[in-house]
């Protein structure tokens, strides 16, 4: 049984679960992840049986600060520690070259790591209780819709056992952005909430965006390509113009409207663009589990400013995955 527990009494039981090689359900800022001890292979094979991930994708290390995450990168670069001190605690994931402590099953055998310091203060206090650095790929099964409440993660492994520790509704919504630390330019792997152009400033030099990612072979970063982030439920991006045109069937996922335009199911969102980053997984779950037999989610809305358009571009990256078919 997959239970959710809070306060204290979850983190000494997480730190017991992980120094027993099993699985702790961690919240962080963005989503909620599916933790174990990232030096312990054995236990890090039971995260991908359990999400049914490629073994070829490779995980995020989540340190409590710079002196852990230099226990598993070969050399903590100036740029690291720059970025560091600017964004952790916080949704940045740096990708640096490996020290050979961290198991093989850990970065997809690729001579680099991703690691992570979560803005959280559960996520902190498990890993300072615990120790260590704890992997923590987002806790849905492979593909599915990431996961911003405890109650999403009971749901999807409510056979397993498995412990999810409450931390309530994860504040920025959608996952960290990745930046690869280990070649000449730094270059950005995966969107976030966090935008290239902060990154740019903090370190006073121009960095790379990669572009959209097609072929497996090309990617860098496996977890990049293709249909992700999916509901059950076929899904469409729409733009409001269609609005008008939704049939009551389809549930409707909409910042612009106040009802559904033939009495449908509708999911209201916030029209800032952090509020609407926040509530998309959510949203995104609700309308799965509704009885609509298509969902069709309006275009975020286009802000104007850097960090808003930074936080609408990450959107539509996921939200083109979760409607890719
Ligand atoms: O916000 C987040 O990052 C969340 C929370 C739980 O921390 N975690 C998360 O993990 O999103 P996951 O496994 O769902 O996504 C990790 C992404 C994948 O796209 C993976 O391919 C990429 O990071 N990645 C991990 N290690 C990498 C590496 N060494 N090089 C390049 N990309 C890497
Ligand atoms: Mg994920």
């Keep these: 049984m997959a239970e959710i ?15 027993a090689g099993g699985l702790v359900s961690f919240p962080t800022e963005t989503v909620y992840g599916l933790g174990a001890d990232a030096l312990d292979a054995a236990a890090v094979e039971r995260v991908f049986r359990l999400k049914g991930r490629p073994s070829n994708n490779p995980l995020i290390v989540h340190v409590s600060d710079e002196g852990m995450a230099g226990r598993v990168v070969e050399t903590w670069s100036d740029d690291a520690s720059t970025l560091a001190k600017a964004f952790w605690p916080g949704p940045l994931t740096l990708v640096l070259p490996r020290l050979p402590i961290v198991p ?37 099964p492979s593909g599915y819709i990431s996961p911003t409440i405890p109650e999403h993660v009971r749901d999807a492994f409510d056979g397993e056992d498995l412990i999810v520790l409450d931390g309530g509704h994860c504040r920025a919504g959608i996952e960290s952005t990745v930046l690869d630390l280990s070649g000449e330019t730094p270059t950005v792997l995966r969107l976030g909430v966090i935008g290239a152009h902060r990154i ?50 389809a549930v409707l996922v909409s910042w612009s409207l106040e009802t559904h335009p033939s009495g449908g199911v509708l999911i209201r969102m916030p029209e800032d663009l ?10 995104l779950h609700e309308a799965d589990r509704s ?12 802000p104007s400013d850097p960090d808003g358009r930074a936080i609408a571009a990450a959107l539509h990256e996921r939200l083109r995955r979760a409607t890719h078919s």
């Design 274 to 283: 952090g509020g609407y980053a926040q509530a998309i997984y959510r949203a």
């Design 291 to 302: 009885a609509g037999s298509t969902i069709w989610i309006e275009h975020p809305p286009e």
């Design 104 to 140: 093989d099953v850990v970065t997809g055998s690729g001579p680099t790591v991703a690691v992570r310091c979560p803005g959280h203060p559960v996520a902190l206090a498990l890993i300072e209780a615990f120790g260590g650095p704890i992997v923590g790929p987002s806790a849905n």
């Design 5 to 19: 527990i809070s306060g204290p009494e979850g983190i000494a039981l997480g730190v017991q679960r992980l120094h």
């Design 200 to 249: 740019s400033e903090s370190l006073g030099r121009e960095i790379r965006v990669a572009e959209a990612q097609h072929a497996p072979e090309e990617a860098r970063s496996p977890g990049l390509i293709g249909a992700h982030y999916q509901p059950r439920t076929p899904a469409r991006l729409i733009s409001g113009n269609d609005l008008p045109s939704a049939p009551s069937s």
